[in-house]
T-cell receptor
Framework: DAGVIQSPRHEVTEMGQEVTLRCKPI?????LFWYRQTMMRGLELLIY????????DSGMPEDRFSAKMPNASFSTLKIQPSEPRDSAVYFC???????????FGSGTRLTVV | AQSVTQLGSHVSVSEGALVLLRCNYS??????LFWYVQYPNQGLQLLLK??????LVKGINGFEAEFKKSETSFHLTKPSAHMSDAAEYFC??????????FGKGTRLSVIA
């Protein structure tokens, strides 16, 4: 298995633009997580899915953020409109069970200028 | 809610010296505990985990951690540091079918 695949690896966009981050989890993993990493706040859970259904999105910072999982092999995290404070590394992770170890993707480094 | 505290945002050791990275957790129920490592510009990689059973857990790259319920700790150790161990290390906790909560991380530097 190729692991968790995220795209793009890097994204630079102007404030106000829409940004879409993509994730392909490991096949057979029922859980998918989106985390955001910043120097100030560390790793924060944004949202997670179980069998493609969003379970907890309480970590999503604002209505500008939305996430979808249309099928078991694909998820997106969208920011619209983007702001400079959204600059961070966004990680997708997947797991067989919520309390198992997670497999992380390589992350998307987002810079909003 | 559960939480994790990693003591020391930066630890520096000499090559060949003992590595000790500290992690304390807060939980009212039995926790699952994890250590992850992150190399520059990469995702997090699982080093080891404690779920139930033996309290001394061995992981990859010669690392191990011991779950001490009385001290609510899960410190990570390695007898002899190698230059390749330089990275960021994260402790994480999960309870009652909740997602992992991560500590702030400890950056390990290894001096030749």
């Amino acid at each position: 298995d190729a692991g968790v695949i995220q795209s793009p690896r890097h994204e630079v966009t102007e404030m106000g633009q829409e940004v879409t981050l993509r994730c392909k989890p490991i096949s057979g993993h029922d859980y998918l997580f989106w985390y955001r990493q910043t120097m100030m706040r560390g790793l924060e859970l944004l949202i997670y899915f179980n069998n493609n259904v969003p379970i907890d999105d309480s970590g999503m910072p604002e209505d500008r953020f939305s996430a979808k999982m249309p099928n078991a092999s694909f998820s997106t995290l969208k920011i619209q409109p983007s702001e400079p404070r959204d600059s961070a590394v966004y990680f997708c992770a997947s797991s067989l069970q919520i309390t198992y170890g997670y497999t992380f993707g390589s992350g998307t480094r987002l810079t909003v200028v | 809610a559960q939480s994790v505290t990693q003591l020391g945002s930066h630890v520096s050791v000499s090559e060949g010296a003992l590595v000790l990275l500290r992690c304390n957790y807060s939980s009212s129920v039995p926790p699952y505990l994890f250590w992850y490592v992150q190399y520059p510009n990469q995702g997090l990689q699982l080093l080891l985990k404690y779920t139930t059973g033996a309290t001394l857990v061995k992981g990859i790259n010669g690392f191990e951690a011991e779950f001490k319920k009385s001290e609510t700790s899960f410190h990570l150790t390695k007898p002899s540091a190698h230059m390749s161990d330089a990275a960021e290390y994260f402790c994480a906790v999960s309870v009652w079918n909740t997602p992992l909560v991560f500590g702030k991380g400890t950056r390990l530097s290894v001096i030749a």
